[in-house]
């Protein structure tokens, strides 16, 4: 009742921002917000540029969106807060502020040129050169002046004005006004790429549709798909997105849901199909009747999941983040302990000299590559997922994926279709084969569990359910009934044994329903399932990956789970569990695994709940139209394939290596040029180098996650 109560109070309010391209600031802003009273919690999302802000009372969101706010165009002015992330595509076209410094720095560059080119008297040598640094650098300089006055020091624009004005404090005019200017370019070709791997997500998850044909009596009109509500009608004409999920009331056509899906399967929609949204319409006119509004849809459940995902972050990405705060003042001070300490040591030297080599730690001491590129690349991984049909809900679930020990499986509807059917009809007593049936298709009438239906699929008709009376449900045993004014069980082993009624132990392939009148054995029905096409091969592949334990839980007969079990390469099979005895199996497979290792389990997200929630990570199979299975699991597989845990395994490997591809590369040619400026070899060329062309490789390293 608490846990209701909060949820009631609480608020959540997202801010969408244009133009956010400093990691570090993104970083201070998100530091700030959250020390805001009444936030509970605050995540900005630098490569969305979401601010998400959690409110401890929603009444307070307002206030603290205003702060937040303020907060915001304080740390970084040249932001703008927009109303949602749609607004963004309107911004696309630069402004008449962005031309003007394209022709400043364009003249910048050029004075610089002629400074270089023209044999001109020192003095005026020295005005082109200042002019040159004026129109480049007076930006930087004049951003890093009012971070000063806020309090920030340690931000790149003071690095680099710092840097700069150095330079020309030694009379090194050349390499002050080149920093610069090369500071810029990389700064414009960073922003340039950061854009570019922003509109690449963006674009794998352009599933969004942008209207509804809404029909009106005998018209239709075009609108927003939030204005559509339950029960109206919509026409989907050929080559459109399907805006909301509906069923088929008139019309013929096969739909694309490989943006949902990940796969390029075609699939029937006909008069009584449910469809979702997202998929794509190919040929024929549909009409549908709404089952849901857009903001209950599939297609956004999906958007708002994956846009999320970045408020779970990553252990490494909150490492680089806490890193980053301790590593740009640590180089500061070493620089300034560089430019003091050995002039007054070591005879003969000069201080302009040892300057100059601190200038060099000034210039590389920004992070800007790891702050900006391990979000992109766990963001691109999620991306990459969604766009093969696998739902990621956060980094830090994308990063346990990368040390799994030992995945657990649900059996029915996971490794098995869960499509039932009677193969078996055996009577033990005078009852008849047909009356066995009809019994057990009469007791099962009130359950829509896979096995009941199946059952009463057999039994080919509708049951009266008048002639049934003091139903029960005994959970995980089975039915007791009154039927015709005969006492029945039907259910498994554990009925039969718990009202001490004589059974036979039937060994095979599949379950065993034992069907009991006035307290005498009558007979039983056995129900097969099969096996999904590629389970076998899923399980191969898992331990081809390291996987080094493959567990079945089952609520069915011992000998038909061990059996399943043996033939897709099962290592341990559990059988004939209540659902409180699968958590408990959980659990002591837990204690089991290595301390580093990763605990997943993977169910079709029907009854699953309490076994998704205590795993490590959850996985719910068969997402698509399961609201049951986007919301309980941390991994959602939109098919019915277990192949697809493979394909999310391999796509966190992938995310992992390029993330620590950039971290390495990063702090590897940061730290060798930091030791050659030390010693006087690097200049202040190859620390620009250092700083913005490093970032800018590591940027488009990240951008390799999710082709």
């Not at 708002?304 to 983040?321: G, Y």
């Not at 379950?511 to 399932?529: C, N, Q, R």
């Not at 950039?662 to 590897?668: E, K, L, P, T």
């Amino acid at each position: 009742m608490e846990a209701l109560n909060e949820k009631l109070l609480t608020g959540r309010k997202s801010i969408y921002f244009s133009g956010l391209f400093c990691a570090d600031c993104a970083a201070k802003i998100e530091n700030e917000v959250n020390r805001i009273d009444g936030v509970k919690s605050a995540t900005l999302d630098f490569v969305s540029q979401k601010l998400t802000i959690d409110a401890m009372d929603k009444n307070d969101l307002p206030v603290i969106i205003q702060q937040a706010a303020e907060i915001a165009v304080r740390i970084e002015p040249d932001i703008e807060i927009i109303d949602n992330d749609k607004s963004k595509d309107k911004n696309d076209g630069k402004s008449k502020k962005e031309w003007l410094e394209i022709i400043t720095f364009g003249l910048g560059a050029l004075f610089f040129a002629l400074a270089l080119l023209l044999k001109l008297p020192f003095w005026g040598e020295v005005g082109l050169y200042l002019i040159s640094y004026i129109l480049v650098g007076s930006e930087v300089i004049v951003r890093a002046f009012k971070n000063i006055l806020r309090g920030q020091v340690f931000d790149e624009n003071f690095l680099m004005s710092i840097a700069t004005i150095g330079a020309f404090a030694i009379g090194e005019y050349p390499e002050g006004v080149a920093v610069m200017l090369f500071y810029q370019i990389g700064e414009f070709f960073q922003d340039a790429a950061v854009n570019r791997s922003r509109k690449s997500i963006s674009a794998l998850m352009d599933i969004r549709p942008d209207f509804a044909n809404l029909m009106i009596g005998n018209d239709t009109r075009r609108v927003s798909p939030d204005e559509v509500k339950i029960g109206d009608k919509i026409v989907i004409k050929p080559g459109e997105k399907i805006p909301l999920d509906g069923i088929v009331v008139e019309g013929r056509s096969t739909l694309d849901t490989s943006a949902l899906t990940g796969e390029s399967l075609l699939r029937d929609a006909e008069p009584g199909s449910q469809v979702l949204s997202g998929s794509i319409n190919k040929n024929g006119v549909l009409t549908l009747e709404v089952t849901k509004t857009f903001g209950e849809s599939t297609v956004s459940k999906i958007l708002d999941l994956v846009q999320n995902a970045s408020s779970k972050k990553a252990i490494t990405e909150n490492f680089i983040t806490k890193f980053a705060r301790y590593y740009t003042p640590f180089v500061v001070f070493a620089a300034a302990a560089l430019a003091a300490i050995p002039p007054l040591l070591i005879q003969g030297s000069s201080f302009s000299e040892w300057i100059n080599r601190a200038l060099v730690f000034l210039v590389v001491s920004c992070p800007c590559a790891l702050v900006v590129s391990i979000p992109l690349s766990f963001f691109g991984g999620i991306g990459g997922a969604s766009k093969n049909g696998i739902l990621v809900k956060g980094g830090n679930f994308l990063e346990a994926l990368n040390n799994i020990d030992t995945v657990v499986f649900d059996k029915t509807g996971t490794l098995t279709k869960g499509v039932f059917k009677v193969t078996n009809i055996t009577s033990k007593s005078s009852i008849s084969d047909q009356e066995i049936l009809e019994y057990s298709a009469l007791a099962e009438s009130y359950s829509n569990h896979p096995i009941a239906l199946s059952i009463q699929k057999a039994y080919g008709r509708e049951g009266d359910k008048t002639k049934v009376s003091q139903y029960e449900e005994v959970p995980g045993h089975g039915i007791k009934a009154n039927i015709n004014g005969r006492r029945i069980l039907l259910g498994n082993t554990k009925l039969m044994k718990k009202n001490n009624i004589p059974y036979d132990d039937i060994n095979t392939y599949g379950t065993v329903i034992h069907l009991a009148v006035d307290g005498e054995y009558a007979g039983y029905i056995v129900i097969s399932d099969e096996i999904k096409p590629d389970s076998q091969r899923a399980m191969k592949e898992l331990k081809s990956l390291g996987v080094k334990s493959l567990v079945m839980l089952t609520g069915d007969n011992k000998s038909a789970g061990e059996k399943i079990g043996s033939e897709i390469g099962m290592d341990s099979v559990y059988a004939e569990l209540l659902p409180h005895e699968k958590v408990e199996k959980l659990e002591m497979l837990d204690g089991k695994k290595s301390t580093k290792g990763c605990l997943v389990f993977v169910g079709d997200g029907i009854n699953d709940a309490p076994v998704l929630a205590r795993a490590d990570v959850g996985v719910a199979m068969g997402g698509l139209g399961s609201d049951a299975a986007i919301e309980a699991a941390d991994v959602v597989l939109m098919t019915d394939e277990p192949s697809k845990l493979v394909s999310a395994i391999k796509i966190a490997r992938r995310t992992r290596n390029i993330v620590w591809q950039n971290i390495i590369f990063a702090m590897a040619v940061k730290g060798i040029i930091l030791l050659l400026g030390a010693g006087g070899i690097a200049t202040m060329w190859e620390a620009v180098f250092g700083d913005v062309g490093v970032a800018l490789i590591a940027i488009i390293n990240a951008m390799r996650v999710y082709k």
